[in-house]
């Protein structure tokens, strides 16, 4: 096959410049074609991946998971490169010979196994059989008690770092989740050449080469102050994790909206691009959207309102902030100290909620009325006064991120009746995450660092009840980022950079991204009530959430005790 012609250098200045914007989310990648002079996006498509979540079973032997387990396979991955980013340019109409860079943008962390080529070892039949040679994707929770022995090791050794992650690492990020497969498999343990992010893993697909983005590292992989944390350090936790980081993790960190490679001649051919195009270093789902929503400048929070729930942040000054899941220095933009803090499940709540508490006929109903259940339920909901229902949730269905940073907690619903209606819960649900955000906002005020602005990008942001009772629980204005695909256009945008448009991403945000200010505001009288019941969720929260002996901790015990035994 004749390779492509490789672009013309001053293809970056043609009025019809375009990037690609790839965003790959917890149950679907999304593709965008954005024009570099304007930010207008002129095409995109969805691929929603063929395996979802893989929690139950593993797919190359269909063996039980065991319990708090969440995996996903890669090439549900790559089928998003070769099918959403050809739809996109079909759907923009779009030369091909005008895209001048594509960048991508990952769930994280999303993490994987792989040999020094970077084959996952999923896909090897020498590993597909073992569990733990699986990709975990970020909610993977099963490594909650390897994050507890990282944590009071940190603390035990005063570890300077461990103050920049709000005083806990997570069960989600890259350490916890390696220790448990060196302790659980050590044979996999020995055959992982690469550790290595799903955002760079997909970077290395597109270019042939490895590279490494500076985003993860940082809010994932403890990279600070130039250094990953130390082999006595590491040691402690076991003796053969004490050089991790130097076998698994070492490759120079590239900055966000860096070029690490040119388009490889294959992923040219599944994507229908030019080969040679610029590829950007890889990023966060979250962090990439900044530029895209008008929240680049210190003191604008964005909300990434998806399956979970990403905040993130940028402030003049490093600041240590209680249960927040880090802060990184142009974590999110060069020239900012990016904080990130999160909810591990916002609309990952509302859909259990319409898979479990609906009954039939509002199925029907829905159906009737050409709606789906977020829609009939949100209308449902939407009349009633605040407080009617009578309920107070707490939004830990899938743990705790911010500020607990306790994945062995789980939801609570307080002040079930009889009379209590599907609708009822769904709002008391809804609720439940604008009062989990609100504590995460007073984190960071009370920490030193200032939100000035609340803006929501994602999913949610369509859903106008929920974005109204985030402005009268915050008692602030939300904006709203405009692209229906946020983080699809902050990629797109660091495409730009990457591929010479821009000269940085301050610069080409203020020229492609977008936000509606202030659209939602809040009414006093209802921020009034829902103070009341705030007050209500924040006493559930000390309850249930803090202190030496919790019930939940309890029942997450027995939980999965009695499940592991009906496996054997
Ligand atoms: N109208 C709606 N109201 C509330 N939640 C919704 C609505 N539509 C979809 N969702 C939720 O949005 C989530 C998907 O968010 P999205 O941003 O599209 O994906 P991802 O999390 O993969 O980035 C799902 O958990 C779904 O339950
Ligand atoms: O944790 C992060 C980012 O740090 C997210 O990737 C993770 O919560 C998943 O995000 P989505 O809800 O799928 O958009």
Known sequence: MTPHPLPDPAARHHPEACTIGVDFGTLSGRAVVVRVRDGAELGSAVHEYRHAVIEDRLPSTGAPLPPDWALQH????????????????????????????????????????????????????????????????????AAQEQADRINALAHARGEKWIARYGGKISSEWQYAKALQVLEEDPAVYAACARWIEAADWIVWQLTGAESRNTCTAGYKGIHQDGAYPSPAFLAGLHPDFADFPATRLEHPLSPLGSRVGGLSAGAARWTGLPEGIAVAAGNVDAHVAAPA???????????????????????????????????????????????EAGQSAVGDIFAWWLRQGVPEHYRAEAEAAGEDLHELLTRKAAGQPVGAHGLVALDWMNGNRSPLVDHHLSGVVAGLTLDTRPEDVYRALLESTAYGTRTIVETFEEGGVPVEEFIVTGGLKKNALLMQIYADVLRRPVSLG???????????????????????????????GSVRRHAYLPDPARADAYDELF????????????????LLHRLRRIRNTARLAADA
């Open 535 to 550: 007050g209500e969720y924040r006493a559930l929260h000390e309850h249930f959430g803090t202190g030496p002996d919790l």
């Open 74 to 141: 890669p090439e549900d991955w790559r089928d998003v490169l070769r099918t959403a980013v050809p739809a996109a340019l079909a759907d923009a109409g779009t030369d091909p010979v005008r895209v001048i860079g594509i960048a991508t943008d990952f769930t994280a962390c999303t993490v994987l196994p792989t040999t020094p080529d970077g084959t996952p070892l999923a896909l090897t039949p020498e590993w597909a059989d073992r569990p733990h040679a699986w990709p975990k994707l970020w909610k993977h929770h």
């Open 293 to 339: 929503a008008g929240a680049v400048e210190n003191g604008r929070m964005l909300a990434i309102m998806g399956t979970s729930t990403c905040h993130v942040l940028n402030g003049a000054a490093l600041a240590e902030v209680p249960g927040i899941c880090g802060v990184v220095d142009g974590g999110i933009v060069e020239g900012s100290y990016g904080y």
């Open 482 to 512: 405009t692209s229906e695909q946020g983080p699809a256009l902050g990629s797109a945008i660091h495409a730009a950079v990457a591929a010479g448009a821009h000269p940085d991403v301050r610069t080409a945000a203020a020229v492609m």
